[in-house]
C-alpha cells in the first residue's frame, strides 16, 4: 500500500473537478481526500500501487468537460494521514497558482430542465451545473468557492444543497448552483419608469415577456451573464433603425442571436466547424456567409453615401409584411433580415443562446433578434443597474435586470473559419482567461505583465510556461474604457496573485496602456521593456503556433492601420526579419501622409487624396479624370490648405499604413469616402464588394501593378502604377467590385513578388501573416495560396486575434526571451 500526494494543475477549479476525483477514488477503493487551493487540486490518497495508477489514468480519461488538464505531479505523502474512506475537503488558501475557467454555455442536461414542466429548474433563467454556467464573471478571489463569488449573497435552499452534496447529482459541489426559492431573480422595468403590469402583454413570466416586446418592435436592454446587451427584432428594419439611431452606432455591423442552427440556416452557410463553434461551451459569435449573396454597390441616395443591392429597389423604412406560401403544403420563406443589420457586408455573426435566460426569452422567438452591447460608443458595457438606468434609458424601452452581480465585465468573443481553421477575431466570454501554453524554451519564464495596446485592448500576464490573456477590454481612449481596463486589471493581478517582474508596453509615448505601464514600473521599481508594435503582432503568431524560442527568424508580414516605429515614425506595412528577441526591417510601403492625423482614419477621402498627390497624379487627375465622382468629392475640398499641412506636416505625419492604403481605394470606388463610422468600415465593405468569379480568374481581367523599388537597404512598395490604371477603370466604368477585386488580387501579387525578392538575400523559411489587415480573409487567402505554392510555410493566428487584440501576448514574450537570453 503506498500514500502519495497527487497535485493537478490546469483549468481544475468550478468545473466539477473534485466530484470527479471522489467518484473516480470510490471506485478504485482508494482513501484520502482531495481540496482545491491555490495551486489546483490537491488530492492526498492512499492505495495499492496498481489502484493508484489507474486512478491517474482514469483521471485524465474521464476529465469533466470543462477542465484542462495541464499537469499532475506524483509524490510521497509527507504529512499527517487519517483516512477510513475518501471525502471531500475544505479549500485551503494559499499563492494562486490554478487556471480560472471561462464562463460555459448552457448544456444540455440544463437545457431540458428549464423546459420541463416536471423539474424544479422549469423556467428558471439562472439554472447552471458543474458543466456550465458563470465563472469568471461573478470570481471575486480563488479558491473559485461560493464564498469568493457574488453567489455569496444568496443563502442556499434544502433542496440545492442535497443536490450540492449528492456524489452521483450533476450539481454535485457546483458553487453558483440555485433554483427559484434561493438564487437570483429576473424583473421586467419600463425605461420611464412606470409600472409593468401582467394585462399589458399575455406572458408566462418577466423573461417571457421580453420576446413579446421584441415581436412588437421594442428595444429592450438585457442584463447576461458578463454585462447588458441592447436587443431588438432583427427582421424589423424599423426597430433595427430605431436602435441605430438612439445608440449613435450608424454602420458598424450588429451581432444576431437566434433560437437554433435550424433558424441560422435559413439565412446563413454553416459548415461543420462553424456548426461546432455555435454549439460550443464557449458559445462564440460566428461570422457566417450569408445564404443566397446578392451584390451590390455604393453609390449616393438621398444626398447620403449608401449600399445598394443591384437590381433592387430602395429599402423600406417598415418591416415587410409576412410571405406567402408558394402551396399549401411549402413552409413560408423565412423573414428577411434588416437590411441595416449588416449594411454593406457578406457575412453576418450569429450566436445561439448561451444562459437559460436567452433560451427562455427566444423560446417562442421563430427569427432571429439583435443582441448587441449595452453601452454608448466607444464606452465598456453597462454592468451596473444604476449605470445601465442612466446610460441606456434613451436608448432602451425596457429592461430585463436581475441581482446577481456581474464582477468582470465580459463582452462577446467574435470568431470565423477561414480555410477549415477557426480565427478569433475578439477573444473574450468562453475563452478568457484559458491560458495558452508557451513553446520550448519558454518553460521558466519570468512573472511579465504586458499592458497591450491603445485600440482592441487586451493585457497578458506570463507565468509558469503559460500566457494569461484578458479579455477584450475595447479601445482606451474614452475614460470610461480606460478606468474598466485599469480595474479589469487589477483584479486579474488580484485573482493569480501576479507579481510582475518585467513590464512590458508599447513604444508609443501616447498609449494609455505605455503610459499607465510605466508609472506602474517607477511606483514599484520594476524593469520596462518598450516594444515595437508590428514586431510584436510577429511574436504573438509565433508564440501561439509553438515556435521554439532558440527557433531561427521568419519574414513577418505585418499590415495594420498604424503602428509606432523604431524610427520615430508610424509603420503600417512592414516587412521583418524576426524572432522572439530581434527584427530587421526589409521592406514598406512608400510612406504617405494622415492628413489630419487621426481624421484620416474616419475621412478616406484624405487617404485617397494623399496617394494621388504621393504619386504625383493629381493634376493628372484635375486634366484626365475630372468627371469622376471622386475627384469631383476632393476639388470640392481645401485643397491649397491640405498641401500646406502635408507640406509642413502641420498634423498630418506620413504612414506606411496598408489599412489607410486600402481606405483610400475604397474611397475612390465610391465606398463612403466621406464619413466612416468606426476604423476599418471602407476597408471591410471594399472586400465585401470583391467579385467573387474576378477573384477565381485573375487573368482574365489582369492586375493593377506595384512598383518594387530598393534604396538604403530597404526595399519600398510604391502604389504608383496602381492607381493609374485603377483611374481608368473608373473612368471606363468598370464595376466597382470587378476593380475591389483586382486591387485584392494586385496587392496579394505585390506582397508575394516583395517575398521573392527578400528570398534572395534572406534565410528564412517560414512566412507569418499578421496585423489587423490580414482580419481581411479574401487577403488572407490569397497571399497564402501564393506563398504555399512557392514553398513557404505560412503561419497565421488562430488563438489570439491577429488585430491588436493580440498585442499583449508578443509584447510579454519578447519580453520574456530577453530576459531568459541575457
Not at 464562463?103 to 430542465?113: G, I, S
Amino acid at each position: 500500500m503506498g500514500i502519495e500526494e497527487i497535485r493537478v494543475c490546469g483549468t481544475v477549479q468550478g468545473v466539477g473537478f473534485r466530484p470527479t476525483v471522489y467518484r473516480l477514488a470510490k471506485a478504485c477503493g482508494l482513501r484520502g481526500d482531495v481540496c482545491n487551493d491555490g495551486q489546483g487540486v490537491l488530492i492526498r490518497v492512499s492505495g495499492s500501487a496498481a489502484a493508484l495508477t489507474e486512478f491517474v489514468v482514469k483521471l485524465q480519461q474521464e476529465c469533466p468537460p470543462l477542465a484542462k488538464i495541464s499537469e499532475i505531479i506524483r509524490t510521497p505523502c509527507e504529512g499527517e494521514f487519517n483516512f477510513d474512506d475518501f471525502v471531500i475537503s475544505g479549500s485551503v488558501s494559499g499563492v494562486a497558482r490554478t487556471e480560472i475557467a471561462p464562463d460555459a454555455a448552457t448544456c444540455p442536461q440544463c437545457q431540458r430542465e428549464i423546459f420541463d414542466p416536471f423539474s424544479r429548474f422549469y423556467r428558471y433563467p439562472f439554472t447552471n451545473c458543474t458543466h456550465c454556467g458563470p465563472r469568471l464573471s461573478i470570481i471575486l478571489a480563488i479558491p473559485y468557492d461560493r464564498c469568493n463569488t457574488s453567489m455569496s449573497a444568496f443563502v442556499i435552499c434544502p433542496e440545492c444543497e442535497k443536490e450540492y452534496h449528492d456524489i452521483e447529482n450533476r450539481r454535485f459541489h457546483a458553487q453558483p448552483v440555485a433554483c427559484h426559492t434561493c438564487g437570483p431573480k429576473a424583473w421586467l422595468e419600463r425605461a420611464d419608469g412606470k409600472p409593468v403590469t401582467a394585462s399589458m402583454f399575455s406572458m408566462l413570466d418577466d423573461v417571457d415577456a421580453v420576446c413579446t416586446l421584441l415581436q412588437k418592435g421594442e428595444i429592450v436592454a438585457i442584463k447576461g451573464i458578463g454585462g447588458i446587451h441592447l436587443a431588438c427584432d432583427a427582421t424589423q428594419e424599423a426597430a433595427v433603425q430605431k436602435l441605430r439611431q438612439r445608440k449613435q452606432r450608424y454602420a458598424k455591423p450588429f451581432a444576431l442571436m437566434a433560437r437554433d442552427i435550424a433558424i441560422i440556416e435559413q439565412y446563413c452557410i454553416v459548415n461543420d466547424i462553424e456548426k461546432e463553434l455555435l454549439a460550443s461551451p464557449a458559445a462564440p459569435i460566428v461570422l457566417l456567409e450569408k445564404r443566397g449573396l446578392e451584390k451590390g454597390e455604393w453609390g449616393m441616395g438621398n444626398g447620403e453615401w449608401e449600399y445598394k443591392l443591384n437590381n433592387s429597389s430602395p429599402t423600406p423604412s417598415s418591416p415587410p409584411s409576412p410571405p406567402t406560401p408558394s402551396s399549401p403544403s411549402s413552409p413560408p420563406s423565412p423573414q428577411p433580415i434588416a437590411p441595416s443589420v449588416a449594411p454593406g457586408q457578406n457575412t453576418l455573426g450569429f450566436m445561439l443562446p448561451y444562459t437559460p435566460l436567452h433560451h427562455l426569452i427566444l423560446k417562442r422567438m421563430n427569427r432571429p433578434i439583435v443582441l448587441t452591447s449595452g453601452n454608448l460608443a466607444d464606452e465598456p458595457q453597462c454592468i451596473d443597474h444604476d449605470e445601465a438606468r442612466e446610460k441606456l434609458g434613451q436608448i432602451a424601452d425596457y429592461f430585463l435586470l436581475h441581482n446577481r452581480e456581474i464582477v468582470n465585465r465580459i463582452d462577446d468573443s467574435v470568431v470565423r473559419v477561414v480555410e477549415n481553421k477557426t480565427q478569433v477575431i475578439r477573444r473574450a466570454r468562453g475563452y478568457a482567461p484559458a491560458p495558452i501554453k508557451l513553446p520550448p524554451g519558454f518553460d521558466n519564464v519570468p512573472q511579465v505583465l504586458a499592458m497591450g495596446s491603445e485600440l482592441k485592448n487586451t493585457f497578458c500576464l506570463l507565468r509558469e510556461g503559460e500566457a494569461i490573456l484578458s479579455q477584450h477590454l475595447g479601445d482606451l481612449e474614452k475614460a470610461a474604457a480606460f478606468n474598466a481596463y485599469q480595474n479589469t486589471l487589477n483584479l486579474y493581478l488580484n485573482l493569480f496573485q501576479h507579481q510582475p517582474q518585467a513590464i512590458a508596453i508599447d513604444l508609443h509615448p501616447e498609449y494609455l496602456s505605455t503610459k499607465l505601464g510605466k508609472e506602474l514600473a517607477a511606483a514599484n521599481t520594476i524593469p520596462i521593456h518598450s516594444i515595437q508594435h508590428h514586431h510584436a503582432h510577429i511574436a504573438a503568431c509565433l508564440a501561439e503556433n509553438n515556435i521554439p524560442l532558440n527557433a531561427p527568424p521568419v519574414l513577418g508580414i505585418a499590415f495594420d492601420g498604424l503602428g509606432y516605429g523604431a524610427d520615430g515614425k508610424l509603420w503600417g506595412g512592414e516587412f521583418l526579419l524576426a524572432d522572439y528577441r530581434q527584427f530587421q526591417r526589409l521592406a514598406t510601403f512608400k510612406p504617405v501622409a494622415m492628413i489630419g492625423g487621426k481624421q484620416a482614419i474616419y475621412q478616406p477621402w484624405r487617404n485617397t487624396y494623399a496617394q494621388l498627390l504621393s504619386a504625383n497624379l493629381w493634376d493628372i487627375c484635375l486634366q484626365q479624370y475630372s468627371e469622376l465622382e471622386i475627384i469631383k468629392i476632393l476639388q470640392q475640398k481645401p485643397i491649397n490648405l491640405l498641401n500646406q499641412l502635408i507640406e509642413q506636416r502641420i498634423n498630418s505625419p506620413v504612414a506606411s499604413s496598408v489599412g489607410r492604403l486600402f481606405d483610400a481605394v475604397a474611397a475612390a470606388v465610391g465606398i463612403c469616402p466621406e464619413q466612416c463610422s468606426y476604423e476599418g468600415q471602407a476597408a471591410i465593405a471594399l472586400q465585401a464588394l470583391a467579385d467573387i468569379p474576378t477573384l477565381n480568374n485573375p487573368k482574365e481581367i489582369g492586375i493593377y501593378p506595384f512598383q518594387i523599388t530598393f534604396s538604403d537597404s530597404i526595399y519600398c512598395i510604391d502604389p504608383r502604377p496602381m492607381w493609374q490604371l485603377l483611374l481608368d477603370d473608373l473612368q471606363q466604368r468598370t464595376p466597382q467590385q470587378v476593380i475591389a477585386a483586382k486591387f485584392h488580387l494586385s496587392l496579394a501579387n505585390a506582397i508575394v513578388e516583395t517575398v521573392k525578392k527578400l528570398r534572395q538575400d534572406n534565410l528564412f523559411t517560414q512566412v507569418v501573416l499578421t496585423g489587423g489587415v490580414f482580419q481581411n480573409s479574401t487577403l488572407l487567402q490569397l497571399v497564402t495560396k501564393q506563398l504555399q505554392n512557392i514553398k513557404i510555410n505560412v503561419l497565421t493566428h488562430s488563438l489570439v486575434p491577429t488585430n491588436d487584440g493580440g498585442i499583449s501576448l508578443g509584447q510579454a514574450v519578447i519580453t520574456a526571451a530577453k530576459i531568459l537570453t541575457n
